[in-house]
């Protein structure tokens, strides 16, 4: 069953492409009004131009470049704006760009961080103001299976962020509790995204990943939107603080 989200209005972060285009999807189909966000104009225009939105529901998108903490803080403000106040955040967006250690230097370490954990910060402590006020306040982040479980040579960065906005995550549910609003986690394994496809260039890479997965196939972004849309849900109301791992098993293989 669909988890019920009628009536309730979202952000989504990083909704253009991937996990969070799946989440929009999956957050329409569930009644919601959205807004989301991509550093894509043309692209986000023609999603929400083109989804297929409920009668007394709407859909927005908000250009944004969330490296930058002033355009994050804004954004919370202009979707609350458009949408008459928060009940959910889902925050999606994220980079990962493979690079050695060797070869990193400390701007590329800080453009990672900034876009996927200080992002994290600025959009919660942001949304708070309108959360509180909302109808059963859910805060989502989607961070990965990578960093805070596993590793990636090349991805020391984007590991580093993934388990911070865990352990982030963690301490807000506590702060936030008293105020009535979760915060949760769901971490990806393996989903075919463009992001992902572009780590995988070698020819039958990813199929041959894809036999290493119990559950015998990559995921997709729907598989992760679906644990989303409940944990947004009133369904969730008690759970908190917590990580909800969706990768088909991959992560408890022992090799």
Request: aromatic share 4%; charged share 15%; glycine share 12%.
């Amino acid at each position: 069953m669909s988890a019920d989200l009628r009536g309730k209005r979202a952000l989504v972060t990083g909704g253009t492409r991937g996990i969070g285009r799946g989440v929009v999807d999956d957050f329409v189909a569930c009644g919601a009004s959205v807004v989301f966000s991509g550093r894509d104009v043309a692209l986000g225009q023609r999603i929400a131009a083109d989804l297929v939105v409920p009668s007394g529901t709407r859909v927005e998108f908000i250009a944004a470049d969330l490296a930058d903490a002033d355009e994050a803080a804004a954004l919370v403000e202009a979707a609350a704006g458009l949408l008459g106040g928060l009940d959910i955040l889902c925050h999606s967006a994220g980079v990962y760009p493979k690079q050695s250690l060797a070869q990193m230097s400390v701007g590329d370490w800080k453009s990672v961080i900034d876009t996927n954990l200080t992002s994290t910060m600025v959009l919660v402590s942001s949304a708070i103001p309108y959360l509180r006020v909302g109808r059963d306040p859910r805060i989502v982040l989607i961070t990965s299976i990578t960093g805070p479980r596993t590793g990636i040579a090349g991805l020391a960065h984007y590991g580093a962020t993934k388990a911070g906005q865990e352990g982030f995550a963690r301490s807000a549910a506590l702060e936030l509790a008293p105020l009535g609003i979760t915060v949760n986690c769901v971490a990806p394994g393996t989903i075919a995204t463009e992001g992902l496809l572009a780590l995988y260039t070698d020819p039958g890479a990813l199929e041959q990943t894809a036999t290493s997965i119990p559950a015998g196939r990559v995921g997709t972004p729907a598989d992760i939107a679906h644990a989303v849309s409940f944990l947004a849900s009133s369904d969730a109301a008690y759970i908190t603080g917590q990580s909800i791992v969706v990768d088909g098993g991959n992560s408890i293989v022992e090799h």
